[in-house]
């Protein structure tokens, strides 16, 4: 793969990263998705292929606790994302999940996410 792009870039970090990392029913993998208006986290269970509880900040419930006018493109709202998933992720009985930074930085909002989830209740 060549890369030209940063997208490019952040594309081969992510298929690297998921040569390592894999989610089962007990673990799933805690996938972050950061684009520039919001940000979205998956628990994923990879032996199935199917996601067992989602978040992001498009959703009316979150938009409502950020009460910057609902925008999610802060630390703010990926910490509010973070909390919000771990609980709907301990309410199914998963406590522990695999965390899968999706080829961005460990750093920022996607640091928030993780943070906000240990807080919440999760281990990785």
Not at 55 to 80: M, Y
Not at 102 to 122: I, S
Request: charged share 30%; aromatic share 4%.
């Amino acid at each position: 793969m060549k890369i030209e792009t940063k997208k490019d870039r952040r594309e081969r970090i992510r298929l690297r990263l998921r040569k390592k990392l894999a989610g089962d029913a007990s673990r799933p993998r805690l996938a972050v998705f950061r684009s520039v208006a919001h940000i979205y986290v998956q628990a994923i269970d990879d032996a199935t292929g199917t996601t067992v509880a989602s978040a992001s900040t498009t959703e009316p419930a979150i938009k409502g606790q950020l009460g910057d006018g609902g925008r999610g493109s802060n630390v703010k709202g990926a910490a509010a994302v973070g909390r919000i998933l771990a609980e709907r992720l301990k309410d199914k009985g998963i406590t522990r999940v695999v965390f899968d930074r999706g080829g961005f930085l460990y750093h920022g909002r996607v640091r928030a996410v993780a943070d906000a989830a240990r807080e919440a209740g999760l281990e990785f």
